[in-house]
């Protein structure tokens, strides 16, 4: 697909200033969930394990920027949820609730010690319900500009509204992520999508960006991904609609919780977070106020910083 010029000297500025990372990748593994969900494991202490969760559209390369320092802490497990990255959908639903399913089995089969859960967007969602769930299978959760209940004071980007109106929507929304899926250049999403997602998506190294491009080459190669993508997105606008759900998971919730937010967030205002810290007075919290929806990848060090003081002070 043909893009515009001024498109492209923008994209072309991002990776010039794109910082560099060196990646000592370990092996992409699988285990069989009904169908094979692909991981990569970090070795650390058994004492405990982190297990990080990607958001809508994500995968575990999200994580490849802090997983090496959290390996210091315990054992740490990052994995493609079915139908996202590199575990296909094979015949499993896809839904907030069918994620935490299989999600529970994951932690059950390969997690030793103490389970953290770190969820981004979506999957700090999917970790919420799995710790009022599965209380007693989760150590502690790390909530990172998760999706959580509207609140009075934030609004998400106007193009986050009209994306998600849309896949709410029966022809229009299944056209919307056909489209997104197979016939956008992969480059195109990549970059475009960390331009909503970052605050500033130059602060993207290139490395991951260039991976992350690989993976919608390829994912556009599936037949099941675009179906998977808007029964997500669509089980997000079903909890949104449910606050009185979305409270009492919350509620329900007795471990420690540590919830990081950018206030620059499109996705996910900071209100929000702001809101649920405000309910939960024993929850740590730390709002950055430079950053946008994924912290994680922007700031990996002041992310890791965050988390490696809350634990020490709460669970290690």
């Not at 106020?289 to 922007?298: C, I, N, S, V």
Request: proline residues 8%; neutral net charge.
């Amino acid at each position: 697909m043909a893009r515009p010029a001024a498109a492209s000297r923008r994209l072309s500025s991002d990776r010039m200033y794109a910082p560099s990372v060196t990646l000592d990748l370990p092996e992409l593994k699988a285990v069989d969930l009904d169908g094979p969900v692909r991981y990569r494991a970090w070795e650390g202490p058994p004492e405990a394990t982190f297990v990080l969760i990607h958001g809508l559209g994500g995968s575990h390369l999200n994580w490849l920027q802090v997983a090496p320092g959290l390996a210091g802490l315990g054992r740490v497990l990052a994995l493609d949820l079915p139908g996202f990255g590199s575990s296909p959908r094979s015949g499993r639903g896809s839904g907030l609730m069918d994620e935490r399913r299989i999600l529970g089995r994951f932690i059950a089969e390969l997690a030793t010690g103490r389970v953290v859960l770190c969820g981004n967007s979506m999957g700090g969602a999917i970790a919420i319900l799995e710790g009022a769930v599965e209380p007693d299978t989760v150590a502690g959760l790390v909530l990172t500009s998760s999706v959580l209940p509207w609140a009075r004071g934030g609004w998400p980007h106007p193009a986050v509204v009209g994306a998600f109106a849309a896949y709410d929507s029966g022809f229009v929304g299944h056209r919307l992520a056909r489209m997104r899926m197979r016939r956008m250049d992969p480059e195109q999403v990549v970059r475009l999508g960390y331009r909503m997602v970052a605050a500033d998506p130059r602060s993207i190294p290139e490395e991951i960006v260039r991976m992350n491009i690989d993976l919608v080459r390829d994912r556009q190669t599936d037949p099941d991904a675009a179906d998977a993508f808007l029964d997500a997105a669509r089980s997000m606008l079903r909890l949104g609609k449910r606050p009185d759900v979305a409270t009492r998971a919350l509620d329900a919730i007795r471990c420690p919780v540590l919830v990081l937010h950018g206030r620059r967030d499109r996705f996910v205002p900071a209100a929000f977070a702001e809101a649920v810290l405000g309910s939960h007075p024993t929850w740590r919290g730390r709002i950055f106020p430079d950053l946008g929806h994924a912290p994680q990848m922007e700031a990996p060090g002041r992310w890791l910083a965050e988390v490696a003081d809350w634990y020490a002070e709460t669970i290690g």
